[in-house]
């Protein structure tokens, strides 16, 4: 039924439109009870639960920062079977985006373009409303992804950074830094580690008892990631989270004049998700086993979240199929996730007899 309302109705909306009314009608879910009737049809098998930076995870698969920016929709989020939902990217400073258009759909790839531009209502906004949610024992876990106010200049990027860090960790249950969305101007090149390792220095002390990890592009080579690695595990931060959106569009299904028209932004979905995969075990390889590594880009199904889990993904994030899944994507994933379970199981069993 999702996939006909989508073909007839919300495929003919602005995507940015269709995501509101959408976002509304999960925000509202807990009202009256009614997230409660869908969580029975929705929860994850308990078998699904990981433990990870202190924190139990009912399934290793939440949502990725970018689909709840202000923190107003977490336990709707957490009804609909997800795990832990990333609230973000909150800057130190409100700020409304960029002009729109700024969301576009690549239905035939299943991807999306975006160059929000971290709108926000800020973080002194947010912390009254994470405060009680934080409280909240029906809650999924809570993290939050902080970034570079726009009207902060590159060079005074760690003093932004620290005043979100320290107005926001005290309500997360974890915090992430990131230095790698394509949309705001100088921000990736914090990720060149003369800049980097000030800034999560600085950052990781504001945070204090808050496991932090920090958000890398899919767009730096294999030796930078390497270096990012050594730098994580020699602060001593808790994880990694690969990858952001991508400003490569080689390869795609959509006419090259379409992304032309479309311009500037990250691209997320599908055609990201080799590139995502490699980081993944890029990054496996070079950090303590120890260290979360949360993967996400590209993914769409169970069995690419097993995938993930597989290569060593500590924890998987989606948003993209999101728009084309529908709102039981969560359960379809948590259910594949457990028959895959079930299944390695019973091989195991029938070997050992």
Not at 138 to 160: C, M, Y
Not at 309 to 330: E, H, K, M, N, S
Request: charged fraction near 20%; include cysteine.
């Amino acid at each position: 039924m999702y996939r006909l309302l989508f073909s007839l109705f919300l495929s003919r909306m602005d995507p940015e439109d269709a995501h509101h009314l959408a976002f509304r009608l999960i925000q509202r879910l807990p009202v009256f009870g009614l997230g409660r009737l869908v969580e029975r049809f929705t929860a994850p098998d308990p078998a699904l639960g990981v433990e990870a930076l202190g924190l139990h995870f009912p399934s290793p698969f939440g949502v990725a920062a970018g689909f709840d920016k202000d923190g107003f929709a977490v336990r709707g989020l957490g009804h609909l079977g997800f795990g832990h939902v990333e609230v973000g990217t909150i800057t130190a400073v409100a700020q409304p985006g960029n002009p729109r258009p700024r969301l576009f759909r690549l239905t035939a790839d299943r991807a999306l373009v975006n160059r929000m531009g971290f709108n926000n209502g800020g973080a002194d906004a947010a912390a009254g409303r994470l405060s009680r949610l934080s409280r909240r024992t029906d809650r999924p876990v809570l993290g939050v992804n902080i970034g570079k106010s726009r009207v902060t200049p590159v060079d005074e990027a760690v003093a932004d950074y620290e005043r979100s860090a320290r107005v926001l960790a005290p309500f997360a249950d974890y915090l992430v830094v990131n230095v790698s969305s394509p949309n705001t101007p100088g921000l990736r090149g914090l990720q060149e580690l003369d800049a980097l390792a000030p800034l999560l220095e600085s950052v990781k002390v504001a945070a204090g008892q808050t496991p932090l990890l920090v958000k890398i592009a899919p767009d730096l080579a294999d030796d930078e990631i390497g270096r990012i690695c050594e730098l994580v595990v020699s602060l001593g931060l808790d994880g990694i989270i690969a990858t952001n959106t991508t400003i490569a569009c080689e390869g795609l299904t959509a006419p090259a004049s379409v992304v032309e028209a479309i311009g500037a932004g990250g691209l997320s979905g599908a055609p990201l998700a080799a590139r995502s995969l490699a980081v993944l075990r890029l990054i496996r390889d070079r950090v303590p086993a120890e260290l979360c590594v949360v993967s996400v880009g590209g993914v769409e199904t169970a069995a690419d979240v097993q995938d993930r889990l597989d290569a060593g993904a500590t924890l998987v994030q989606g948003y993209t199929a999101f728009i084309y899944r529908g709102p039981l994507w969560a359960r379809q994933v948590n259910r594949g996730l457990l028959r895959y379970r079930r299944n390695r199981s019973a091989v195991a069993s029938s070997q050992a007899v």
